[in-house]
């Protein structure tokens, strides 16, 4: 008799990575890695990690796309994963850099989301016109502006030398403080993918990432950059959680003033994790924005 799988609040992320094949591809002499699912599906999804985190991030979202009839791949940024350490200067890089890995697919996505920096990663990319026309974006937990606890810690690791900081962030107390600062749902799964995640991704960070990419973002934050097309603005969704505390207050004025027809969500009760505390309300966001595409 077939062992009955554990429901998916039960499970770890590595046992829902089981669904998820690695995948490699090469472009231009550039290599991208991913973890791909139900490749045979016409549609594809796209999903995109954030800063410090790890494609391992998105299993959640993406076992219930592919679940649901979707080809779902998510890509390691740079300096992540097994990618290669990150050479981008500019947002402009980054765009480009996304435009390349989604090429390396030789698939149009009909769905492009990211979560937190990578919203930041998916916007630029539209900026440029990349996003294939009627492809919908998602932008979960936008950071168009950053909190001050944020800008804090970030300051305080570029104070040490690259490698000693990123020991430090690794470290168990600083991990700790980090989960006890992010999670903000109650929600005991939550917490425990996001340990997970923290210890998992130890391994794989670029030392010099952290501090170039929040750079990058502080001082070229595509989100105060050109506007996207009234047209195009139509096909993007952002989602935010009522309790995020690495946006500020401002978050939502200034989303509301660089995309005005764009489609707002707002998740209560949770905060910037929505990759895990609101998983299961991003994918049927993701799947209703399918319906339009």
């Given at each position: 008799m077939k062992q009955q799988q554990p429901a998916i609040a039960q499970q770890t992320l590595e046992q829902i990575q089981q669904v998820f094949t690695p995948l490699e591809r090469r472009l231009d002499g550039e290599t991208f890695y991913f973890l791909a699912a139900n490749e045979r599906?016409?549609?594809?999804?796209?999903?995109?990690?954030?800063?410090?985190?790890?494609?391992?991030d998105m299993v959640l979202v993406g076992q219930q796309l592919a679940a649901q009839g979707y080809a779902v791949y998510a890509p390691d940024l740079p300096g992540h994963g097994?990618?290669?350490?990150?050479?981008?200067?500019?947002?402009?890089?980054?765009?480009?850099?996304?435009?390349?890995?989604?090429?390396?697919?030789?698939?149009?996505?009909?769905?492009?989301?990211?979560?937190?920096?990578?919203?930041?990663?998916?916007?630029?990319?539209?900026?440029?016109?990349?996003?294939?026309?009627?492809a919908q974006l998602i932008l979960g937990c936008p950071t168009p502006d950053i909190s001050l606890a944020s800008r804090v810690l970030r300051n305080a690791g570029r104070a040490l030398p690259a490698r000693i900081a990123l020991k430090l962030y690794n470290s168990h107390l600083v991990i700790f403080l980090r989960v006890l600062y992010l999670h903000v749902s109650g929600k005991p799964e939550a917490k425990r993918w996001l340990e997970e995640s923290e210890y998992f991704k130890r391994q794989f960070i670029d030392p010099n990432m952290p501090n170039s990419m929040s750079t990058l973002l502080e001082m070229q934050n595509p989100f105060h950059g050109p506007l996207l097309s009234l047209a195009l603005q139509d096909r993007v969704t952002y989602i935010v959680g009522d309790r995020d505390n690495v946006a500020t207050r401002s978050t939502l004025a200034t989303m509301a003033r660089v995309l005005p027809e764009a489609h707002r969500r707002i998740i209560p009760g949770v905060g910037h994790i929505l990759h895990f505390d609101a998983w299961e309300e991003c994918a049927a966001i993701a799947l209703d924005r399918l319906k339009h595409q």
């Open positions: 599906a016409d549609k594809v999804v796209i999903l995109l990690h954030g800063v410090t985190g790890n494609k391992l097994n990618a290669a350490p990150i050479t981008a200067k500019t947002f402009d890089d980054f765009g480009r850099w996304f435009h390349a890995c989604i090429e390396s697919l030789g698939r149009s996505p009909a769905l492009v989301m990211g979560n937190s920096f990578g919203t930041a990663v998916c916007y630029n990319y539209a900026q440029q016109g990349f996003l294939p026309a009627k």
